[in-house]
T-cell receptor, first 111, second 115 residues
């Protein structure tokens, strides 16, 4: 795999503000990307996905942007709530290869 | 969405004993399952890819004789940590992908503590 776990960066946002979490991937052959949310002591939960033929996809309060030129992915959370506090991982897929995870970002929402 | 059930959710064992963790896909057939390990404040690290009916593929640095993986059916994969030691204490997470090989679904994880 390409991801090596290091200490997680932290993003602190005020409740109600928008959050932007960034992720870089290295395999230019990756064609499917997923954002996961992981709360303490739990497995990752699917948030939103995007395929490489798209550059933007919106869900409920979340938007994923994909820039294949610079191999960059972002997750935008609108009107961030305390329940959004968690660690967020991006993951990339290429064909049948396993999911490779980014190092994750801890989102801390300040009430 | 699809459900992946992992059991047990936590286990404490003595050093030198073996522990088996089960991963089941409840409402879909999973030709491929993945096992990850996660240390505190770190990302998920892929340990091995488990293919139904064949030997698992291990990532570099993961001892296949220590982490035994069996994927005997399309809905069940097991990970056995043999002769566990305190340094094996970690959060183990399985993931299953359906036969369409798209989205991967995760189990709730197993917290292993070796004392």
């Amino acid at each position: 795999g390409e991801s090596v776990g290091l200490h997680l960066p932290t993003l602190s946002v005020q409740e109600g503000d928008n959050s932007i979490i960034n992720c870089a991937y290295s395999n230019s052959a990756s064609d499917y990307f997923i954002w996961y949310k992981q709360e303490s002591g739990k497995g990752p939960q699917f948030i939103i996905d995007i395929r490489s033929n798209m550059d933007k996809r919106q869900g409920q309060r979340v938007t994923v942007l994909l820039n294949k030129t610079v191999k960059h992915l972002s997750l935008q959370i609108a009107a961030t709530q305390p329940g959004d506090s968690a660690v967020y991982f991006c993951a990339a897929l290429s064909g049948n290869t396993p999911l490779v995870f980014g190092k994750g970002t801890r989102l801390s929402v300040i009430a | 969405g699809a459900v992946v059930s992992q059991h047990p959710s936590w286990v404490i064992c003595k050093s030198g004993t073996s522990v088996k963790i089960e991963c089941r896909s409840l409402d879909f057939q999973a030709t491929t399952m993945f096992w990850y390990r996660q240390f505190p404040k770190q990302s998920l690290m892929l340990m091995a890819t488990s293919n139904e009916g064949s030997k698992a593929t291990y990532e570099q640095g993961v001892e296949k004789d220590k982490f035994l993986i069996n994927h005997a059916s399309l809905t069940l994969s097991t990970l056995t940590v043999t002769s566990a030691h305190p340094e094996d204490s970690s959060f183990y997470i399985c993931s299953a992908r359906n036969t369409m090989n798209t989205e991967a679904f995760f189990g709730q994880g197993t917290r292993l503590t070796v004392v």
